[in-house]
């Protein structure tokens, strides 16, 4: 008898040291980093390809707010130097090719599984590794599990009263239909006006028959000033790329390099103040924020940049109760992430476009073919949702993550998301988060954040590899005290003023507490740095075969 050939081994049954979860731009360069260590990397990915938000966020108008020569790698010269964004700010679709062209370049595919979605993760305190079970029904056992799930990833719905009788179609921004949609001939309801509506509302007001946009907040937006990129610009990125990226790390709060204020806004007259602004508005972004070195600490300061901004509004928009429902008077600005447009005010201009207060009158039901607030039933064929997302904790509530003593992740943060530098939350060993909450994440150039938390990953899992730790966690203390400083740090600021995602606080229910670190990019990278200097610093580690656990010390 012919001797039983050995079976191929299916990837779920070798062995894995590290399971990433998401092939955005961060599972991406994760992958590529850790295959440099040698490491077995197997990458669960919810979509059909790479590219994370971009993956997803496809709605018209779907752009980056971050300059694309700084929303892009730097880990490779050469891919920095070869790689030719076409605008300012980069479309949707071109920011999706380069996450692919980048997971084919390094050779990426072939240890992402895409169309897999993790449903849990349960960590097995005698063996010491993390049993992750994805929705194709297979367990795949792992050292270590690294969420690169992305801050803004979880698309939410509000509920309606009566949405499921709605007639037509409905669309979220945050999971928009691969195919063309094409709105012409249609009333359009656009429901939120989030960075997403505001990107999408004047393009789909050019489509559309009548665009009617119900609005419960406003948001204060500065032009883009988006324009195709000359090879001269490219090229002064290119032939300054260390310097600029370098800058971006450490000296920009924000991780995106801009003027320096030298000032507050206080300190300079009113006449010159107004110069800055205008100067700032003429060149658009968002680094508006960056005018003085204030805008976000003293709320004096923060009213003039805001009454800058409402003069503006109605300055375009020319119906004085339009302008004035536009002009956003609930919030500091800056204290939501500021939006970045491309005529968004202008479009209200439009005999087609419609807005309707539904902080006023609230939607009351959705009819068939209507939206009723007010008493009055607004008609429409199609309706958009750009109501935004389940920000920072969102995608990480979704799998059932099980750590120590079979505990909880959703149950320890039922609070709100505790961790220790946004990288590990104690309790659940070997388990990382990249850009997770207690880090600067969602206020930074995201590209920044991701690149630093993976090198910061690589480089203690190889330490750990060196000295035969087979556990890292983070210790009670530590991430004790971190809280409290990511919490003193936002409170010194106007930021928790706004009801804002940062805060949770556009989801019923979810505990408002302020989410990302406020430090600034350079500050996080030294302490996280630090901390790494001094043997992981706050961390505990257990070396392999016996148990030997280091003392947690202050941070
Ligand atoms: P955002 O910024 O969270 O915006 C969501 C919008 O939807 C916002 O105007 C909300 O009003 C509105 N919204 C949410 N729920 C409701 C309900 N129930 N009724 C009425 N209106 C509602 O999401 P985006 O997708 O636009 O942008 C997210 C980030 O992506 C952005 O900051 C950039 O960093 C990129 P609210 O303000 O809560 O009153």
Redesign the pocket.
């Known amino acids: 008898m012919a001797a039983a050939q050995p079976q191929p081994v299916s990837h779920q049954n070798a062995r894995i040291d590290v399971v990433v979860v998401g092939a955005g731009f961060a599972g991406l360069y994760l992958l590529h980093k850790l295959r440099g260590l040698g490491l077995h990397v197997k990458v669960f990915e919810q979509g059909g390809d790479v590219g994370g938000t971009w993956y997803w966020n496809r709605y018209p108008g779907a752009r980056c ?1 971050v300059e694309s020569m700084q929303y892009s790698f730097s880990f490779d010269d050469k891919l920095q130097q070869e790689w030719n964004w076409s605008e300012r700010y980069a479309p949707q679709p071109e920011i999706l090719r380069y996450a692919g062209h980048v997971a084919d370049r390094y050779d990426l595919r072939g240890d992402i599984q895409f169309n897999t979605t993790v449903k849990s993760a349960v960590f097995d305190e005698r063996a010491n590794r993390w049993t992750v079970t994805t929705s194709d029904g297979q367990a795949t056992i792992a050292q270590h599990v690294v969420l690169a799930t992305g801050c ?1 990833s979880n698309a939410r719905t ?1 509920e309606f009263r009566g949405m499921k009788d709605f007639k037509g179609k409905v669309y979220h ?2 999971n928009w239909p691969h195919e063309p949609v094409d709105f012409t001939g249609l009333r359009v309801g656009v ?7 505001i990107q999408s509302i004047p393009l789909i007001a050019e489509q559309a028959s009548q665009l009617t946009v ?1 609005q ?2 406003a948001n204060f937006s500065v032009p883009a000033r988006n324009a195709p990129l000359t090879d001269d610009e490219r090229k002064s990125f290119r032939d300054n790329y260390p310097e600029i990226r370098r800058q971006a790390r450490e000296d920009f709060k924000n991780g995106i390099v801009q003027p320096i204020p030298d000032r507050g806004a206080l300190d300079d007259p009113e006449h010159e103040r107004r110069e800055k602004y205008h100067a700032r508005w003429t060149s658009g972004g968002l680094t508006f924020m960056g005018v003085y070195n204030n805008l976000v600490l003293d709320q004096r300061a923060n009213d003039t940049a805001a009454d800058f901004i409402r003069e503006r509004i109605s300055e375009i928009v020319s119906d004085p109760e339009t302008a004035r429902l536009l002009q956003p008077t609930d919030h500091p600005v800056g204290s939501k ?1 500021i939006c970045v447009d491309t005529d968004y005010y202008a479009t209200f201009n439009r005999s087609n476009v419609t807005l309707v207060d ?1 902080k006023a009158h609230p ?1 009351e039901q959705i009819l068939p073919h209507a939206v009723r607030t007010g008493g009055k039933d607004y008609e429409v064929d199609a309706l958009v949702l ?4 389940d920000a920072m904790t969102g995608s990480v509530a979704k799998i059932d993550i099980r750590g120590r003593g079979g505990q909880t992740l959703n149950d320890k943060w039922a609070e709100g998301p505790r961790t220790y530098l946004g990288l590990m939350s104690a309790g659940f060993p070997n388990l990382f988060i990249v850009t997770g909450p207690g880090s600067p994440s ?1 206020l930074s150039n995201m590209i920044v954040s991701i690149e630093q938390h993976v090198d910061w990953i690589t480089d203690c899992l190889s330490y750990m590899r060196d000295r035969g730790a087979e556990v890292i966690e983070a210790t009670h203390p530590a991430e004790d005290k971190w809280v409290a400083h990511v919490n003193e740090v936002a409170a010194g600021t106007l930021y928790p003023q706004a ?1 804002s ?1 940062y805060m949770g606080a ?1 989801i019923p229910g979810k505990p408002q507490i302020f989410m990302p670190y406020i430090g600034g990019v350079g500050v996080y990278r030294q302490i996280c740095n630090d901390v790494a200097a001094k043997d992981y610093e706050g961390f505990a580690m257990t070396v392999r075969a016996r148990p030997k656990t280091k003392e947690a010390v202050a941070l």
């Open positions: 707010d803004l509000p921004t945050g429901i939120g006006t989030g960075s997403s509506a119900f419960r907040t992430r539904i939607i750009a109501t935004g997302f969602v009801n995602w556009n």
